[in-house]
């Protein structure tokens, strides 16, 4: 079912995640384990989604998918609400918060903080002192992080 993709655009594609519907069936915890399972064996054996991206997708999927959609279906039903309404309540909202749960992460990677700092750590580990304190971040950037 997850392997239905929908292009979107430019490289972008939307599928059915499954993730409420697993936490149904499983309980949140080993839905959340299991749609993260999925997607590593979806990346190393049909190169879906790429290892580029598969932190992203176990955050969006997993966690958000199953983990807040189950959640919230648990929650729903605590409400008196049936299990149907509930089931695909939970299923709707946490696809849209899967989905938008991905431009916040993309707009913190897209401003160079991210790699600043990994070419920092990079920098760090491989002992290069010289470009240790050329990388480092700017006394601006340093106060806008701690401000």
């Given at each position: 079912?997850?392997?239905?993709?929908?292009?979107?655009?430019?490289?972008v594609?939307?599928?059915?995640?499954?993730?409420?519907?697993?936490?149904?069936?499983?309980?949140?915890?080993?839905?959340?384990?299991?749609?993260?399972?999925?997607?590593?064996?979806?990346?190393?054996?049909?190169?879906?989604?790429?290892?580029?991206?598969?932190?992203?997708?176990?955050?969006?999927?997993?966690?958000?998918?199953?983990?807040?959609?189950?959640?919230?279906?648990?929650?729903?039903?605590?409400?008196?609400?049936?299990?149907?309404?509930?089931?695909?309540?939970?299923?709707?909202?946490?696809?849209?918060?899967?989905?938008?749960?991905?431009?916040?992460?993309?707009?913190?990677?897209?401003?160079?903080?991210?790699?600043r700092?990994?070419?920092?750590?990079?920098?760090?580990?491989?002992?290069?002192?010289?470009?240790?304190?050329?990388?480092?971040?700017?006394?601006?950037?340093?106060?806008?992080?701690?401000?």
């Amino acid at each position: 079912m997850q392997m239905l993709n929908v292009p979107i655009g430019a490289g972008v594609s939307g599928h059915v995640i499954g993730g409420v519907f697993a936490a149904a069936v499983l309980g949140v915890p080993a839905a959340v384990l299991s749609v993260a399972l999925v997607l590593v064996i979806q990346t190393l054996l049909f190169a879906d989604g790429g290892l580029d991206m598969l932190g992203l997708n176990v955050f969006n999927m997993a966690v958000v998918g199953a983990g807040f959609g189950g959640l919230l279906r648990e929650f729903l039903i605590s409400k008196k609400l049936s299990d149907t309404a509930s089931t695909f309540s939970a299923a709707a909202i946490s696809t849209m918060a899967a989905g938008f749960s991905l431009p916040s992460k993309t707009a913190f990677s897209a401003n160079g903080l991210t790699a600043r700092l990994r070419t920092s750590t990079t920098q760090y580990l491989s002992g290069d002192k010289f470009a240790q304190r050329q990388t480092l971040p700017s006394p601006q950037l340093r106060w806008q992080l701690n401000g």
